[in-house]
């Protein structure tokens, strides 16, 4: 093979080291590491087979982070990708002022999560927060929306949803530019109402956006861990403890990194098989013409 015809593949090679490094060796690593036993009792990893995956699936504790971990990914995806879709298409109606909304709206994505955190934990506040000095305004008793086991987990997915809905709101409205006017001009001709147009001629077009916002949404969903840490250390009661704040409780607070390695690698595995029914069910229905 001629030096021209490998010069492609040298480009990829810093790309594929650094995944190799920092994405397939640590994968790899702790897939093999929840094969032994290794806490503060076993200073050596002593091999233990699939027992570390046995004590997960008989552990209530496991289950119910599961449990908040599917109710907080589907409330982040549905709420926040309905969200963008709103506000793009509101947006994309504007003529004047359109560049300001994107801002204004985008600008949570800038903040960092532990920020944003920051921001709400003290807005959630019982007695000085802006939530309930609200609500006292109204008549209304205050909240105790971290300490509520009832309302907790809804409080943190509020943050992610703050954060990440501009993000998806401008991925719709790059979709939204390119839709064809003419195409929206004979259905206006042809009698189709704005919510027609919507179902019928514009998601359609921009699938391939959708997609690639649902995707990326489940992966900011499983990977949600620093508004747990920072606002209620997954309480209370384990409310409000998922996937990978578990992990991380697991391996650097009690120190069982066989355990926390069998968790990595679940949801390594559940990640890749969810995105691989996506790809091949929706997938296949995408449109990546505009």
Do not use: C
């Not at 991925?171 to 001009?185: I, Q, R, S, W, Y």
């Amino acid at each position: 093979m001629h030096l021209k015809q490998l010069r492609p593949y040298l480009y990829v090679v810093p790309a594929f080291i650094f995944l190799f490094f920092f994405t397939y060796y640590p994968a790899g690593f702790a897939m093999v590491r929840s094969l032994f036993h290794w806490n503060t009792s076993n200073i050596q990893p002593a091999f233990a087979g699939l027992h570390n995956y046995q004590q997960l699936l008989q552990s209530r504790r496991f289950w119910q982070v599961v449990t908040n971990t599917v109710i907080y990914s589907l409330s982040f995806i549905l709420v926040s990708t309905a969200i963008a879709l709103f506000l793009a298409v509101q947006i994309n109606k504007v003529k004047r002022l359109g560049s300001f909304y994107k801002s204004v709206f985008f600008y949570p994505t800038m903040i960092p999560m532990a920020a944003a955190a920051m921001i709400w934990m003290f807005m959630y506040l019982p007695d000085y927060g802006l939530i309930n000095a609200y609500l006292r305004r109204l008549g209304l008793e205050s909240v105790n929306w971290l300490n509520d086991r009832h309302i907790a987990l809804f409080s943190v997915t509020m943050v992610g949803i703050w954060k990440y809905t501009g993000y998806y709101m401008l991925l719709f409205l790059a979709g939204l530019t390119n839709v064809p006017e003419e195409l929206m001009d004979a259905a206006k001709i042809e009698g189709a109402n704005g919510r027609q147009r919507l179902f019928k001629i514009s998601l359609p077009l921009i699938s391939s956006h959708l997609f690639f916002i649902l995707i990326i949404a489940i992966i900011n969903a499983l990977e949600a861990v620093d508004q747990i840490y920072i606002m209620t250390q997954g309480g209370p009661s384990n409310s409000t403890n998922l996937i990978v704040y578990f992990i991380y409780q697991n391996g650097f607070r009690f120190w069982d990194m066989g355990t926390a390695s069998a968790l990595t690698s679940l949801l390594i595995v559940t990640l890749l098989l969810v995105v691989s029914v996506l790809f091949t069910t929706l997938g296949k229905k995408v449109y990546y013409e505009v």
